[in-house]
């Protein structure tokens, strides 16, 4: 079936540095999409979202990065700090359900 | 704050017996609530939909008579694991959304369940 994939299931990064977490999706009738923040033991913390009919879409320290050409979303973290450690989920939205990719997991380097 | 609220936070049980789960939505009418199920490093997997009044729709591979979903008022949903099993341990969390999906729609903190 249809589904949302990570490309990396681990990423290392050394603080203050930039992070780009990647994330490839399949369904072409998907027009909106977020990243989520999921920190151990806790529920899914929304980061940023875009809509299909954007490229890019800018937040604090974070931005995403849509290319629906070859069905790939990135999030990229300016500035990475010991707090964003944590797993990524990318998810795609083509009607109410919501579909996780595998998350990557990011781990901030002191 | 809060948005949407899980109870109990974590539960262990013995193997048998049921357990049941509640979602709520603090400030908001949830008009579509969803449950998901997350094993340890995995990612989360829908397990049902509810609309508030209507039956909920399952999942391709979820026992709906295991996994027991009551949607009875716009503000709360209940996720009855029955007979539960060691294999059903895992954090369950659930997403509320009201209207179109893409306005308003937050995740509780999920629900820790461990089987003994």
């Known amino acids: 079936g249809e589904s949302v994939g990570l490309h990396l299931p681990t990423l290392s990064v050394q603080e203050g540095d930039n992070s780009i977490i990647n994330c490839a999706y399949s369904?072409?009738?998907?027009?909106?999409f977020i990243w989520y923040k999921q920190e151990s033991g806790k529920g899914p913390q929304f980061i940023i979202d875009i809509r299909s009919n954007m490229d890019k879409r800018q937040g604090q320290r974070v931005t995403v990065l849509l290319n629906k050409t070859v069905k790939h979303l990135s999030l990229q973290i300016a500035a990475t700090q010991p707090g964003d450690s944590a797993v990524y989920f990318c998810a795609e939205i083509p009607d109410y359900k919501l579909s996780f990719g595998a998350g990557t997991t990011v781990t901030v380097r002191a | 704050g809060a948005v949407v609220s899980q109870h109990p936070s974590w539960v262990i049980c013995k193997s048998g017996t049921s357990v049941k789960i509640e979602c709520r939505s603090l400030d908001f009418q949830a008009t579509t609530m969803f449950w998901y199920r997350q094993f340890p490093k995995q990612s989360l997997m829908l397990m049902a939909t509810?609309?508030?009044?209507?039956?909920?729709?399952?999942e391709q591979g979820v026992e709906k008579d295991k996994f027991l979903i009551n949607h009875a008022s716009l503000t709360l949903s209940t996720l009855t694991v029955t007979s539960a099993h060691p294999e059903d341990s895992s954090f369950y969390i659930c997403?509320?959304?009201?209207?179109?999906?893409?306005?308003?729609?937050?995740f509780g903190p999920g629900t820790r369940l461990t089987v003994l």
């Open positions: 997403r509320c959304t009201s209207g179109s999906s893409r306005d308003t729609q937050y």
């Open positions: 509810s609309n508030e009044g209507s039956k909920a729709t399952y």
């Open positions: 369904n072409s009738a998907s027009d909106y």
